[in-house]
């Protein structure tokens, strides 16, 4: 909020240099960001007087003129058309600098001196908004008489220094004027001059009997304070009113708007002004707009409400959305002989929901929606009223309406003064703590404080102990040690195994892919998963971005596959990546609860790569978690994966993951003109299953035997069926069995394959002798034969 020195020091004596204030304003707690000193940008430029004026003679449509500037005579050539012998004008002598930082230089033109410049408003950095007595397009010209030789700055009120506060939304009482000035109150321990507005209330009659206030949803609008002015005059706002407004940042419109916009930087709290001709009946209602209701604000544009949003009306139509913007129907025109003052408190939440729902964000939203003080309401609209008859712009009639149900009281909150020193490492005395307090407001006596209503944000002890702090002194509060039983951050069981698969990744050489959680549902068709598959039953976003991301991935592969087709776009001859990421599982539609949010592994390779490499890294990551004796099973129901090229991954019954190729329909789908392998691990299976205890062995300290046996078996045989029977039949010495070759061709059979294992036996305790697995690679064979048919090879 931008806060003109000036105009604080109207509320309290601040008798120190702007350095100082802006470090004890900050370090009690209201943060000065800058100080902008506004007018400082003009140099050497006067107020001078026209004594004469000639036509130059070289020129039709230029002026010499002799100008008075107080200590000498000087002579200007101009152009302006509006200027005449007597008129007192801002004068840029040579050398000077105007409000952009133009520098103005003496000369000639067409054969006549000219020694400085006449100004235009404009040229000293305002509009005819600021100054509406300036001309449209020519020198401004004083009203009145000017000291001549006076420094323009000071004889426009031009001079002024600009403090911007950074405001935190939980303290609303200090976006203000008046808020601002009571924290400098007690930070520089002066008085706050602040006055009740006194009203002369000239114009006869009642307010009660001239308008009535109806609240009809008072959850959203506790309170309503009503004030009428008749004979009201519409016209520029005084100087020092505009200056003001300027320089906190507002432009001047007239005297009545800038009344309003006046008050909602003195007190902070909005005001609206109706012409109260346009009322129908004279009758204000509070209300919840009609389903479909179409309403023009202020600024000419047409909005459809629902019955969310609050409005002001009156018998018939509405005339404004209630904290946000008034409507065109009842705005303040010319013609305007009574007003109708509107000071009310809206629900803070409710305008930011209805603010944004309308995409329309006022002034007077910024300050609703963070939460004001119904109390503050009845000071606005009398203070509005005051600078009605200040300025002389109308006649205020007697008395308000004030409809307010639910009366906002102050609350108390007790407090020990030995813990508030436990807590701030400090020393101070109960009688020193209630005298900060009540500096701010808050009158604390015998370890009871009570909190006035605009200061909502004091809930409990440790708001009061921050409120102590700020005005004791952060800076001589002493650094101590903290107290307590300290204890060391570490990562949870869950973060550790994360970083160990991420670690592993990277270490065969994939990079980490990050994509977006929300997907369009066309990403289905393009996997070409089937309409009412489960992974299509999805949750929908409520407030999308657009249809692109209108629904919670179920899936990562469209985000994978999206990342190996750019790089393939690219011209990459190979790339391998990967994502840890979540997918978004609902438990039941229509969304009752929190869906699933399974971590899942996603692994995306093309190029120098195959299955087999794919199932080599899933298996290493297994063995990394300590989850072993996996087996690999055909899968055929993917319809993105190749059906002859795709397996699930089991450990025990429990599916960890599935592997294999991407099948040609999604590789053409996304572009991608090589064979893709993809692998997905469920990492909440892997999590739950895994066991990170390695347990260690001493190394054999006896040789091992193998066996080699090579056999037929149909095209259909797996390698898991071959190895588990070779498992059950090996007895307890078996070490390992691993298949080494696999062969087709004009000597096999058709529908045939030859398959050769190697089959490992050890015994911890001696050498193993012939007779102690001769036997069992008999068994071994008699049930390959028995059970998958195979034939022994010689």
Avoid at 583 to 592: E, F
Avoid at 612 to 640: M, N, P, Q, R, W
Wanted: hydrophobic share 40%.
């Amino acid at each position: 909020m931008n806060i003109p020195i000036s105009w604080l020091k109207d509320y309290v004596d601040i008798d120190c240099s702007l350095k100082d204030f802006e470090h004890k304003m900050t370090m009690s707690g209201s943060k000065v960001e800058t100080i902008t000193p506004l007018g400082q940008a003009i140099k050497n430029v006067v107020v001078g007087k026209i004594l004469s004026i000639k036509k130059h003679e070289n020129a039709d449509k230029l002026l010499v003129t002799q100008i008075d500037v107080g200590s000498k005579q000087i002579q200007i050539v101009t152009g302006a058309d509006n200027v005449y012998p007597g008129a007192y004008i801002p004068v840029a002598l040579d050398g000077a600098v105007l409000a952009h930082g133009k520098t103005i230089t003496g000369g000639e033109i067409r054969g006549e001196k000219s020694e400085g410049m006449m100004c235009s408003i404009e040229e000293l950095g305002y509009t005819r908004g600021d100054y509406p007595e300036a001309p449209e397009d020519g020198i401004y010209i004083f009203e009145n008489e000017q000291p001549l030789g006076a420094d323009v700055v000071k004889a426009l009120e031009l001079a002024d220094d600009v403090a911007e506060f950074e405001i935190t939304s939980n303290r609303p009482d200090c976006n203000s004027i008046l808020g601002i000035a009571r924290e400098a109150s007690a930070t520089f321990d002066v008085p706050l001059k602040y006055d009740e507005p006194k009203l002369l209330e000239s114009a006869g009659g009642s307010a009660a009997d001239m308008i009535a206030v109806e609240i009809l949803n008072p959850d959203l609008c506790p309170r309503y304070v009503a004030r009428v002015v008749k004979n009201v005059k519409i016209e520029p706002s005084p100087q020092w009113l505009r200056h003001r407004l300027t320089a906190a940042g507002i432009r001047p419109i007239n005297n009545i708007v800038d009344i309003t916009n006046y008050v909602m930087l003195e007190l902070g709290q909005p005001m609206h002004a109706f012409d109260i001709d346009q009322v129908s009946n004279r009758r204000i209602i509070v209300r919840n707009a009609k389903e479909g209701e179409h309403f023009i604000t202020l600024d000419g544009i047409e909005h459809t409400l629902d019955n969310s949003i609050l409005v002001i009306a009156d018998d018939e139509k509405s005339l404004a959305l209630a904290g946000i913007m008034g409507g065109e129907s009842s705005k303040i025109t010319e013609n305007a002989t009574g007003i109708l003052f509107e000071s009310a408190s809206f629900n803070g939440p409710h305008i930011r929901v209805s603010s944004k729902k309308l995409g329309l964000r006022t002034d007077s939203s910024g300050k609703f929606e963070k939460g004001l003080d119904p109390n503050i309401a009845m000071l606005a609209v009398n203070r509005a009223a005051q600078l009605v008859e200040t300025l002389k712009c109308g006649d205020v009639v007697e008395g308000f309406v004030d409809c307010y149900p639910n009366v906002r009281l102050p609350y108390s909150i007790s407090y020990d003064p030995n813990k508030i020193n436990a807590l701030l490492g400090t020393d101070i005395s109960a009688s020193e703590m209630e005298l900060m307090l009540r500096k701010v407001g808050i009158d604390a006596k015998n370890g009871t404080a009570l909190i006035p209503t605009f200061r909502y944000d004091v809930e409990g002890e440790a708001d009061l102990a921050e409120e102590i702090a700020r005005f004791y002194g952060y800076d001589k509060i002493k650094s101590t040690l903290a107290t307590g039983t300290p204890t060391a951050g570490k990562k949870s069981d869950r973060q550790i195994m994360e970083d160990m698969v991420k670690n592993y990744m990277v270490s065969v050489g994939l990079s980490e892919a990050m994509h977006y959680s929300f997907e369009s549902p066309k990403v289905f068709a393009k996997l070409n998963i089937p309409e009412g598959d489960i992974l299509t039953k999805t949750v929908k976003i409520l407030n999308p971005l657009g249809e692109d991301y209108s629904i919670m991935r179920s899936s990562t592969l469209n985000g994978m596959l999206t990342s190996l087709s750019s790089n393939f776009n690219k011209r990459n001859e190979e790339a391998g990546l990967f994502e840890v990421a979540k997918v978004y599982l609902p438990k039941r539609l229509p969304l009752a609860e929190l869906p699933y949010e399974d971590l899942t592994l996603t692994i995306g390779m093309y190029g120098n790569t195959d299955f087999y490499e794919l199932k080599g890294i899933i298996e290493e990551l297994c063995t990394l978690f300590g989850v072993h004796d996996l087996t690999f099973k055909a899968e055929t129901s993917l319809g993105f994966m190749h059906p002859g090229r795709t397996a699930k991954v089991m450990a025990g019954n429990r599916e960890v993951a599935f592997l294999g190729e991407i099948h040609p329909v999604v590789a053409e789908n996304y572009e991608i003109g090589t064979k893709a392998c993809v692998a997905v691990v469920n990492l909440e299976i892997l999590f739950e299953i895994a066991n990170l205890d390695s347990k260690f062995k001493n190394l054999p300290k006896f040789p091992s035997t193998s066996r080699d046996i090579a056999m037929l078996v149909k095209e259909e045989c797996t390698n898991d069926d071959i190895v588990n029977i070779i498992k059950k039949n090996a007895g307890e010495y078996l070490e390992s069995a691993e298949v080494f070759d696999v062969y087709r061709g004009t000597q096999i059979q058709e529908g045939y394959k030859s398959v050769a294992y190697n089959i490992v036996f050890r015994a911890q305790d001696r050498t193993l002798k012939e007779e102690d697995i001769s036997g069992r690679i008999k068994d071994i064979l008699e049930k390959l034969e028995s059970e998958l048919g195979a034939k022994l090879r010689g």
